[in-house]
């Protein structure tokens, strides 16, 4: 998952990921490596409950990055990108710092 801002919401008061923003030219990536159910479904609960922390859990890790490829071996898969389905086996996604101005009501408080 690559995470731009923190996705706060009112099921998710802290977002998906407290300490990504979109000023700071980064792409916050989490990986999880592969468990079984019980593990996944911790994972759900904490996203759902304190967003991604890195550390909190031994099998997901947390990286900042301005870009990230990435490519799929042997089945096609399928990628939700802003809510658009896209199949394609290699995906390429960047950070463009200051490509579009973005206006706010103020300050986001961290």
Excluded at 10 to 30: F, I
Excluded at 64 to 83: A, L, M, P, Y
């Amino acid at each position: 998952m690559a995470v731009v801002t923190s996705c706060r919401s009112g099921k998710s008061r802290s977002g998906v990921c407290p300490e990504a923003h979109l000023a700071d030219g980064r792409l916050v990536l989490v990986l999880v490596e592969k468990k079984g159910r019980l593990a996944y479904l911790r994972f759900l609960l904490q996203l759902a409950t304190q967003g991604v922390v890195p550390g909190a859990l031994p099998f997901v890790r947390v990286e900042h990055v301005t870009e990230v490829q990435v490519h799929v071996r042997g089945k096609q898969s399928s990628w939700n990108v802003d809510g658009e389905l896209l199949r394609h086996p290699r995906v390429h996604i960047g950070v463009h710092a200051g490509l579009v101005d973005v206006f706010a009501r103020g300050i986001e408080q961290m």
